[in-house]
């Protein structure tokens, strides 16, 4: 993926991209091994701590020995577990007798987005998720990786159409633990005996391993886990390896160590597999919220790589200035909103900032508005920096970045190219 904006803009600006590529693999596959943490804290009753070390082990090893050939054969399997093993739960939990009918009161749990502010946030994040899901290598590893490019269109869109099917159980799931009495299981939150009849807050983010536990019987809460498992395995390795693999090409290869021979870009690849692994790791135990870091991997990737991907798809204006002017514009409005999960506070308090239940909270669509301004920052300092070369208001010699007057006829590639 950062192919493009290397040849374009240079080895060492492109590179500049890989960070928030980084980030965004690293936040979503913590985001997953947490989520695999929870659901065997729940069904087989283990520390939660220790399954996310041994799924993460398990995980890195298999792509540390397979590489590509092993996330490839291994995410068929996975993926007919995670079908079978969804649909097969949501049955056996839908007609439980400890659970009404969720056709009676679907607002009971459809729920509510709220006022104007809620919905600015809401369309912010629904924005974020479905924009910041484009620029990711471990998609474009897969479209690269097809014999054909009419092979690699169709694959995208069974994809999309294949996620829309895949989403119905985890809804139908929620539904159904919506629509519980759990004061008739025995589900004890805390442990000290006392039941509530609704999940409470802080639980919410084992709906999933509490429904397969508490409302199947045992051999399906298994089938559930195994499906969970898969899930979480197929997307980690998958993360895992595009990272180590952005690193060992674009980074090392390209910018580092020209040079490299193969069996060197290899054992640095693996090095990072094991670091991408670790990192992963260290965030899924620190921060709880599932939900907050599936949001946190698309952030910097909506807001940075999004606007630059299709600049430099479908830009031919654009240069390495406006691409430089666009990554610090970009980065900063963001990092001016803070993130409470991280810790980081917020230098700026946008349109209706607010505090809920003491956390900061920006209800103004920054992440939006970032995103545009990068993308105008692109465009504009392109155009202007061309403009004043172009019309001799600035001289040939301060073309520092050689992207407008001073271009190499041939931009230097690695040996192998």
């Not at 709906?207 to 019987?217: C, D, E, N, R, W």
Request: hydrophobic fraction near 50%.
């Amino acid at each position: 993926m950062l192919d493009p904006f290397q040849i374009k803009y240079g080895q060492r600006v492109g590179g500049l991209m890989f960070i928030p590529a980084l980030l965004g693999e690293t936040f979503w596959s913590a985001a997953i091994l947490s989520a695999l943490g929870a659901t065997l804290s729940v069904i087989l009753e283990i520390d939660m701590n220790a399954s996310v070390i041994i799924s993460a082990c398990i995980a890195v090893f298999y792509t540390f020995t397979g590489g590509l050939y092993a996330v490839a054969y291994t995410d068929v399997v996975q993926l007919f577990c995670i079908f079978v093993g969804l649909w097969v739960c949501v049955p056996a939990a839908l007609f439980e007798n400890k659970t009404e009918d969720i056709s009676r009161d679907p607002e009971g749990w459809i729920g509510s987005i709220g006022g104007f502010r809620e919905n600015t946030l809401w369309w912010d994040n629904m924005l974020l998720l479905v924009f910041g899901g484009i620029p990711w290598q471990v998609y474009f590893q897969r479209v690269l990786s097809s014999k054909t490019s009419s092979g690699a269109q169709k694959l995208s869109f069974v994809a999309g159409v294949g996620c829309i099917v895949m989403a119905i159980p985890p809804a139908l799931i929620g539904a159904i633990a919506k629509n519980t009495d759990w004061t008739l299981t025995d589900y004890i939150p805390y442990g000290n005996g006392t039941k509530y009849k609704d999940i409470p807050h802080g639980k919410t983010n084992m709906v999933v391993p509490l429904v397969f536990q508490y409302l199947t019987p045992r051999w399906v809460s298994f089938i559930g886990l195994g499906a969970v498992s898969a899930a979480v395995m197929s997307s980690a390795d998958s993360s895992v390896l595009s990272a180590a693999s952005m690193f060992a090409h674009n980074i090392w290869k390209l910018t580092i160590r020209p040079n490299a021979s193969d069996r060197e870009v290899i054992i640095i690849m693996r090095v990072g597999i094991v670091a991408v692994g670790v990192m992963a790791t260290l965030l899924a135990l620190t921060i709880q919220s599932i939900y907050g870091l599936w949001y946190l991997c698309a952030d910097l990737v909506y807001v940075i790589l999004f606007p630059q991907l299709v600049c430099v798809v479908y830009f031919k204006g654009s240069n390495t200035y406006g691409c430089l002017a666009g990554y610090a514009v970009g980065l900063l409005l963001r990092l001016s909103g803070g993130e409470p999960m991280l810790g980081l506070p917020a230098t700026f308090h946008y349109p209706m900032f607010d505090y809920v239940d003491g956390v900061p909270q920006q209800f103004f669509p920054f992440k939006s508005m970032a995103m545009a301004a990068c993308f105008a920052t692109i465009i504009g300092v392109s155009k202007l920096s061309v403009h004043l070369f172009a019309t001799g208001r600035l001289s040939p010699s301060f073309d520092l970045l050689k992207c407008v007057t001073n271009v190499p006829l041939v931009r230097p590639h690695s040996p192998s190219e």
